[in-house]
């Protein structure tokens, strides 16, 4: 069965942030200032269980949801992860399961994700350069541990990607030198827009790095023909190289913003429902599982929530960024 919000958009992808916990501190995310050594994240007790999310999980999957994605905070943070991963792997009608991660605990536990059915990794590095990679992500890891977390990966059988953030006058720099990694890794690359998710990662038009900047940049040493999205609910825009053996995705939500191809609803570790990455408050779907609700009354809830959905924040930004308390990027997941 297959759901639709107003926008006609029918629900295909679910993200289910499993902590909100972190073990870095990036300056687009959870700037150290404001989220210092001693922040307090959920107590344990908030969190959704594993059998909690499997429930959740195949309540989606009836509605015709075949893709999950795990996420947080760092989701390699959540102990005994492998369980869920094997839990969610076994639904009926889940036929992509990937998480993204930060990369500093996977050498670790590249193996034991891909045993337990986990098919793809998005591991997020923002510079080669070990300042850069500082300034970005704030004094932790180092981008050789990184490195050797997604060879790891790759090793393991993973689908393996990367994702970077670029921010203007931070780590453009590394546009370049990252992509060259993505070349010799035989890996994609994504690069991503900062954006304006939550309210205290000081976002300002003018640090973002631009589709065309990026474009430009990679154009130095590589030249691209576009193969524009790869599925209809793909976020990213993809490009070929065609001098050298590297496919790169460009995740443009500020400068061209994709809002009517979005079929993603998100989970987060506090089991809240969201629509839209620039929510503000979510669906409480605890009370409702704690309080004995079952997959049918969950669906139920799901259809009434997703049909109501009219969510184009990117697309309507200059209108709604001054009004909008926004939940944070840690807390709601990527
Ligand atoms: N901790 C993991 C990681 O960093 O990969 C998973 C969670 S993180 C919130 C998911 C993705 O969101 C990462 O690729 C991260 O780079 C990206 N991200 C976080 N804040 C962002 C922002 N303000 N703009 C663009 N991307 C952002
Ligand atoms: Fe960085 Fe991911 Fe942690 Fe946010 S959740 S601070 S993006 S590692
Ligand atoms: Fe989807 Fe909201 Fe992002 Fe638009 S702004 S693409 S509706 S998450």
Redesign the pocket.
Known sequence: MNITDKLGRVVKDLRI?VTDR?N?R?N???PIEKFPGNFKFMPRKEILSFEEIELVAKAFAELGVTKIRL??????LRKDLSRLIEKLSKIEGIGDLA?????DLLGNQAQRLKDSGLHRI???L?ALDKDIFFKMNGNFSSPKKIIQGIETAIEAGLLTKI???VRKNINGCQVLPIAHLGCKLGVET?F???????SK?S?DLKDVFSKKDILQKLSADFSFIPIGNRGKSDVAKVYQSTNKKLTIGI?S?ISEPFCSNCTRARLTAEGKLFTCLFGRDGIDLKSHIRGGSSRSDLKKLFQKVWSDRNDQYSMQRKQLAQQTQKAE??Y???
């Open positions: 942030s972190c870095f990036c687009y995310c959870m996420t947080g905070g760092e989701p390699l998480l993204t991660t930060n990369g998005t591991v997020s923002d994702n970077m953030v994504r991503i827009e900062f954006m304006d998710v939550g990662n976002w995740i939500s990027m840690h709601l997941g990527g």
